[in-house]
C-alpha cells in the first residue's frame, strides 16, 4: 500500500490508500494462512481504484497520513471501514500519537499560512507527556502517600515534566529527561506498547524516571541538560546503512544540534537517533527520520516552494552538497524549491546542454 495525497490550485484536497488489492473471498479470514489448495481462496481480480478508501475535499479542511489508518485521516468526512472488505486494510485500528498530534494541530489551526506550514514541518511538540501529565500527578500524588521518601527523590523530575511545555526543541531541558524516561519504558522500537514489566504498574514507572535521571547525570553530569547538546546531527560518508552510520558517528567530530524526537512519542519533527554509549559516546547522533522536506502553496497564478534534503543531495564527502543543507535542518528552515523554468535558470550557478563539454570532462582528456 502506498498513501497518495493532493492538492491543487483551485482548493481541492485529496487522500487515497493507494495500493493493488486483489479482489478475495470474504468468507477466509485472511490474516491467517489459508489453504492454497482450495479454489475459493484464489484471486478473484484487482480491485479498481474506485473501491479503494479516499478522502476528497472534506469538512475538516484537511488530509493527512503518518501511518497510520485511512478511516482516520481527518476529522469529519473519513472512509468508513464498513464500506469495504474486512481483508483490504489490514491496519485499519492503528493510530498511532504522531497521526493523533497532526489532526490536532490541523484541526486548531486558526491563521493558516504558507510560513504557518513552514514551521509546522518542523513543530517539535511531544503527545506522549500532553497526554500523561494529569496521569503522572495523580500517580505522583499517590506515591506521595504510600512512600514519601520515594517520592521525596522523585518530585524534582516530576515537577520539570509537569511543568514543562512538552517541546522537543534545542533549548529544552526537560526533552533528554523526558524521551529517556520513555524509551525506558516503552523501548525503542516503533511499538507504543509499554513494556510488560510497566503495564498498569505506576510505582514501577515513577521510580523508573529516578533511574534515569540518575543514569544522565552518570552519562552527561546533569539530567538537566538542553536537548541540543546532546541530540546531534552529523553526516558520515560512504555509509551503506543505519547501522553502518552509527558506528562511523564520532563525538569529537564537527555535529550541530537537533531538535526533534522519536515518532512514537507523537511528534511532527521525526528524529531518531543513536542510543548514548557511556565514555565513548555519550551524545545521541540523528540517524533516521524526517527525510525530504517539502512545503508548497498552490496559488491561482504562481506555485511557491520549499524544499530540504537533510544534509544535501550528494553523498560524495568532496562535493559542496554534502552537507551544505545540514545547517538548514538544524535551524529547521526551508530553502527555495525553484518550479518555473525562469526562476530556474536564475537560480543556476552552472547551465550544461547535450554536448557541450564541461569542466570536469575536459580535464580528464
Given at each position: 500500500?502506498?498513501?497518495?495525497?493532493?492538492?491543487?490550485?483551485?482548493?481541492?484536497?485529496?487522500?487515497?490508500?493507494?495500493?493493488?488489492v486483489?479482489?478475495?473471498?470474504?468468507?477466509?479470514?485472511?490474516?491467517?494462512?489459508?489453504?492454497?489448495s482450495?479454489?475459493?481462496?484464489?484471486w478473484?481480480?484487482?480491485?479498481?481504484?474506485?473501491?479503494?478508501?479516499q478522502?476528497?475535499?472534506?469538512?475538516?479542511?484537511?488530509?493527512?497520513?503518518?501511518?497510520?489508518?485511512?478511516?482516520?485521516?481527518?476529522?469529519?468526512?473519513?472512509?468508513?471501514?464498513?464500506?469495504?472488505?474486512?481483508?483490504?486494510v489490514?491496519?485499519?485500528?492503528?493510530?498511532k500519537r504522531?497521526?493523533?498530534?497532526?489532526?490536532?494541530?490541523?484541526?486548531?489551526?486558526?491563521?493558516?499560512?504558507?510560513?504557518?506550514?513552514?514551521?509546522?514541518?518542523?513543530?517539535?511538540?511531544?503527545?506522549?507527556?500532553?497526554?500523561e501529565?494529569a496521569?503522572?500527578?495523580?500517580?505522583?500524588?499517590?506515591?506521595?502517600?504510600?512512600?514519601?521518601?520515594?517520592?521525596?527523590?522523585?518530585?524534582?523530575?516530576?515537577?520539570?515534566?509537569?511543568?514543562?511545555?512538552?517541546?522537543?526543541?534545542?533549548?529544552?531541558?526537560?526533552?533528554?529527561?523526558?524521551?529517556?524516561?520513555?524509551?525506558?519504558?516503552?523501548?525503542?522500537?516503533?511499538?507504543?506498547?509499554?513494556?510488560?514489566?510497566?503495564?498498569?504498574?505506576?510505582?514501577?514507572?515513577?521510580?523508573?524516571?529516578?533511574?534515569?535521571?540518575?543514569?544522565?547525570?552518570?552519562?552527561?553530569?546533569?539530567?538537566?541538560?538542553?536537548?541540543?547538546?546532546?541530540?546531534?546531527?552529523?553526516?558520515?560518508?560512504?555509509?551503506?546503512?543505519?547501522?553502518?552510520?552509527g558506528?562511523?558517528?564520532?563525538?569529537?567530530?564537527?555535529?550541530?544540534?537537533?531538535?526533534?524526537?522519536?515518532?512514537?512519542?507523537?511528534?511532527?519533527?521525526?528524529?531518531?537517533?543513536?542510543?548514548?554509549v557511556?565514555?565513548?559516546?555519550?551524545?545521541?547522533?540523528?540517524?533516521?527520520?524526517?527525510?525530504?522536506?517539502?512545503?508548497?502553496?498552490?496559488?491561482?497564478?504562481?506555485?511557491?516552494?520549499?524544499?530540504?534534503?537533510?544534509?544535501?543531495?550528494?553523498?560524495?564527502?568532496?562535493?559542496?552538497?554534502?552537507?551544505?543543507?545540514a545547517?538548514?535542518?538544524?535551524?529547521?528552515?526551508?530553502?527555495?524549491?525553484?518550479?518555473?523554468?525562469?526562476?530556474?535558470?536564475?537560480?543556476?550557478r552552472?547551465s550544461y546542454?547535450?554536448?557541450?563539454?564541461?569542466?570536469?570532462?575536459?580535464?580528464?582528456?
Amino acid at each position: 500500500m502506498f498513501n497518495v495525497t493532493y492538492a491543487d490550485r483551485d482548493g481541492n484536497i485529496f487522500y487515497a490508500y493507494n495500493g493493488a488489492v486483489p479482489i478475495r473471498n470474504e468468507q477466509f479470514d485472511w490474516t491467517r494462512t489459508v489453504d492454497g489448495s482450495d479454489p475459493d481462496t484464489q484471486w478473484k481480480g484487482i480491485h479498481s481504484f474506485e473501491d479503494l478508501p479516499q478522502v476528497l475535499n472534506p469538512q475538516s479542511g484537511y488530509v493527512q497520513n503518518c501511518n497510520c489508518s485511512p478511516y482516520v485521516t481527518t476529522d469529519s468526512g473519513n472512509p468508513q471501514r464498513k464500506n469495504f472488505p474486512k481483508y483490504m486494510v489490514r491496519d485499519w485500528d492503528v493510530d498511532k500519537r504522531r497521526s493523533k498530534l497532526a489532526r490536532e494541530l490541523l484541526s486548531n489551526a486558526e491563521k493558516v499560512s504558507f510560513d504557518w506550514y513552514q514551521q509546522l514541518c518542523f513543530d517539535p511538540t511531544l503527545y506522549w507527556p500532553r497526554i500523561e501529565t494529569a496521569n503522572w500527578q495523580r500517580d505522583f500524588k499517590q506515591l506521595e502517600k504510600t512512600d514519601p521518601e520515594i517520592a521525596a527523590k522523585l518530585k524534582p523530575y516530576i515537577e520539570a515534566l509537569v511543568n514543562w511545555d512538552g517541546k522537543a526543541d534545542k533549548n529544552s531541558k526537560v526533552a533528554l529527561l523526558c524521551i529517556s524516561w520513555y524509551e525506558e519504558l516503552y523501548g525503542t522500537s516503533q511499538s507504543e506498547r509499554i513494556k510488560s514489566e510497566y503495564q498498569g504498574n505506576a510505582r514501577e514507572q515513577l521510580i523508573a524516571l529516578g533511574r534515569v535521571a540518575r543514569r544522565l547525570k552518570e552519562l552527561h553530569g546533569d539530567w538537566q541538560l538542553p536537548w541540543g547538546e546532546v541530540h546531534r546531527l552529523q553526516r558520515t560518508a560512504y555509509s551503506a546503512d543505519t547501522m553502518e552510520a552509527g558506528v562511523s558517528l564520532l563525538p569529537f567530530a564537527a555535529s550541530q544540534p537537533c531538535a526533534g524526537a522519536p515518532g512514537p512519542l507523537g511528534v511532527v519533527f521525526t528524529i531518531y537517533s543513536t542510543p548514548s554509549v557511556p565514555l565513548l559516546r555519550p551524545q545521541r547522533f540523528a540517524v533516521v527520520g524526517c527525510s525530504y522536506m517539502s512545503a508548497i502553496a498552490f496559488g491561482k497564478d504562481r506555485v511557491r516552494a520549499v524544499s530540504l534534503v537533510p544534509f544535501g543531495a550528494s553523498g560524495s564527502p568532496r562535493s559542496p552538497h554534502f552537507r551544505d543543507q545540514a545547517d538548514l535542518l538544524a535551524n529547521q528552515k526551508f530553502k527555495q524549491a525553484w518550479f518555473y523554468e525562469e526562476d530556474v535558470k536564475k537560480a543556476a550557478r552552472q547551465s550544461y546542454h547535450p554536448g557541450e563539454k564541461t569542466k570536469a570532462t575536459r580535464e580528464t582528456k
